[in-house]
């Protein structure tokens, strides 16, 4: 059974910051495309960060120049490096390949910035 199981989010003050982990299990991913996701309430779910198997990596225009995604084939694990939190940042993120599948949907992890 393949799950992806989010870690790492937190309350944090503007301008702090904060590390996801996204360890992956049931399958290997390294040839696939991962990405973050983040849902803030009442909003719908939107990508954030995307890496694809080369290392090839694309961000959104809210994050740009503030979040890194990387990946460790290896340990088949997949983070997002958040600098710079803005409490606009508020969410929950997830993670997931690209395009998302239904299936692979985990429990998310909170990110709180506070003002």
């Known amino acids: 059974q393949v799950q992806l199981v989010e870690s790492g989010g937190g309350l944090v003050q503007a301008g702090g910051s904060l590390r996801l982990s996204c360890a992956a299990s049931?399958?290997?991913?390294?040839?696939?495309?991962m990405a973050w996701f983040r849902q803030a309430p009442g909003k719908e779910r939107a990508i954030v960060a995307r890496?694809?198997?080369?290392?090839?990596?694309t961000y959104a225009d809210s994050v740009k120049g503030r979040f890194t995604i990387s990946r460790d084939g290896a340990k088949n694990t997949v983070y997002l490096q958040m600098n710079s939190l803005k409490p606009g940042d508020t969410a929950v993120y997830y993670c997931?390949?690209?395009?998302?599948?239904?299936?692979?949907w985990g429990q998310g992890t909170q990110v709180t910035v506070s003002s």
């Open positions: 997931n390949v690209d395009p998302p599948m239904n299936d692979y």
């Open positions: 049931g399958r290997t991913f390294r040839n696939y495309a």
């Open positions: 890496i694809n198997w080369s290392g090839d990596t």
